[in-house]
């Protein structure tokens, strides 16, 4: 089976702009998960998917949004960049076995604001 | 809160000595998932085990042990006769039960570096 692929790898982006990343997750998987990794603040949270559904949400401003798709497919965005927002982001994929669920990481996008 | 603390922040071993990753963690869930990661220079997370909160068993894998003790909410990782390939940071983490969405919670981090 294929992994979690992630599109862009790499992004460089002036502050204001907004930017879309996109994950497709391991086949069958139905739950995507984003999650943002800094030096300073490790890795954080941002927000899951399952179904097309938000179940969950992350500590980050308004600026920071996503969505899945029917296939499972899921995007996040982020409007009006801010310096700050530069950080590795890293999607995950899963589907529940038993009750239990294991999450999948993508190689993560790489995002550079300046 | 839940919380995850790896209070290592790095380790440097030699190769062939033996290695113990600490994590412990705080939560109210009863029901709740452990979880270790490694991450490689690569910065693509390799999941390494999971462990939920009702089965305390101990498990070997190769080179790699997890201890899991819910009376000191504690769930360390050990590397035996380490290698320069187990050069690394390594993640323990704190899953929340799946049908609230499932999210983890990360420790800071332990970076092993493997000499020769």
């Known amino acids: 089976k294929a992994g979690v692929t992630q599109t862009p790898r790499y992004l460089i982006k002036t502050r204001g702009q907004q930017v879309t990343l996109s994950c497709s997750p391991i086949?069958?998987?139905?739950?995507v998960s984003w999650y943002q990794q800094t030096p300073g603040q490790g890795l954080q949270f941002l927000f899951e998917?399952?179904?097309?559904?938000?179940?969950n949400k992350g500590n980050f401003p308004g600026r920071f949004s996503g969505r899945q798709f029917s296939n499972s497919r899921s995007e996040m965005n982020v409007s009006t960049l801010e310096l700050g927002d530069s950080a590795l982001y890293l999607c995950?994929?899963?589907?529940?076995?038993?009750?239990?669920?294991?999450?999948?990481f993508g190689p993560g996008t790489r995002l550079t604001v300046t | 809160a839940q919380k995850v603390t790896q209070a290592q922040t790095e380790i440097s071993v030699v190769e062939k000595e033996d290695v113990t990753l600490d994590c412990v963690y705080e939560?109210?869930?009863?029901?709740?998932?452990l979880f270790w990661y490694k991450q490689p220079p690569s910065g693509e997370l390799v999941f390494l085990i999971r462990?939920?909160?009702?089965?305390?068993q101990n498990e070997i894998s190769g080179r790699y042990s997890w201890n899991f003790q819910k009376s000191t909410s504690s769930f360390n990782f050990t590397i035996t006769a380490s290698q320069a390939v187990d050069s690394a940071v390594y993640f323990c983490?704190?899953?929340?039960?799946?049908?609230?969405?499932?999210?983890?919670?990360f420790g800071q981090g332990t970076e092993l570096s493997v000499k020769p």
């Open positions: 995950a994929s899963s589907e529940p076995r038993g009750g239990s669920y294991e999450q999948y």
């Open positions: 086949s069958g998987h139905r739950s």
């Open positions: 998917y399952f179904s097309e559904t938000q179940r």
């Open positions: 939560t109210r869930d009863t029901t709740y998932y």
């Open positions: 462990r939920n909160s009702f089965d305390e």
């Open positions: 983490a704190l899953g929340t039960p799946y049908n609230q969405g499932g999210k983890l919670i």
